[in-house]
């Protein structure tokens, strides 16, 4: 099976400090790369789709310059949470596509706190 | 833009009720996919439907996708404490790329 590994699983920073996580797809190759965010009892709603060599895709509504996207390579994006705040304590949740499919195989998660 | 919507919120079961959840879709879906994620857990791929009133099953899991490709179910046939969870529904539209998740059904089993 296709096997995507999220880190840190958990994290607890500071405000004002940038946090970075780490999302790599260990047996395949993944051109399209989603990042999630999940609330508490709700669904995940899309951040941005990241395409590796290329400028990542942001949802309306999300900062770009807040929420740093690389995908500098097939089996490895990162999202990078610049001058965290309190409110951007959330589950963080990456996906990827293998190849040209369509399923979508997530990380564990990143649970954020922010103090 | 695309919307997905999932009822209900939440479904609590006697062990051995059957259950079921729906997705309606605000457009046309190129396909759609179901996910199961258990509590503090990531969501995992149960299936994708793709072909017009495609009907699919697993086990005690029946998914259906409508004719009109706009809205979808999950039947949960006779639930087990293991079914506990929330199911998530996610179409992709015809542009491609996206997957627009619903808001999820979570299911509680009494046993």
């Known amino acids: 099976g296709a096997v995507v590994s999220q880190h840190p699983s958990w994290v607890i920073c500071k405000s004002g400090t940038s946090v970075k996580i780490e999302c790599r797809s260990l047996?395949?190759?993944?051109?399209?790369m989603f990042w999630y965010r999940q609330f508490p009892k709700q669904s995940l709603m899309l951040m941005a789709t990241?395409?590796?060599?290329?400028?990542?895709?942001?949802e309306q509504g999300v900062e770009k310059d807040k929420f740093l996207i690389n995908h500098a390579s097939l089996t490895l994006s990162t999202l990078t949470v610049t001058s965290a705040h309190p409110e951007d304590s959330s589950f963080y949740i990456c996906?990827?596509?293998?190849?040209?499919?369509?399923?979508?195989?997530f990380g564990q998660g990143t649970r954020l706190t922010v103090v | 833009g695309q919307q997905v919507m999932q009822i209900p919120q939440y479904q609590h079961v006697q062990e051995g009720e059957d259950f079921t959840t729906y997705c309606n879709s605000s457009t046309t879906l190129s396909n759609i996919q179901w996910y199961k994620q258990r509590p503090g857990g990531h969501p995992v791929f149960l299936i994708q439907?793709?072909?017009?009133?495609e009907v699919k099953k697993q086990k005690r899991l029946t998914f259906q996708f409508g004719e009109a490709k706009k809205n979808s179910s999950l039947h949960i046939t006779a639930t087990q404490t293991t079914d506990v969870g929330t199911y998530f529904c996610a179409g992709r539209g015809n542009q491609g790329g996206k997957l627009i998740f619903g808001q999820g059904t979570e299911l509680s089993v009494k046993p």
């Open positions: 990241s395409n590796e060599g290329s400028k990542a895709t942001y």
């Open positions: 996906s990827a596509l293998r190849g040209s499919g369509t399923e979508a195989f």
């Open positions: 439907l793709v072909k017009s009133g």
């Open positions: 047996d395949f190759q993944a051109t399209t």
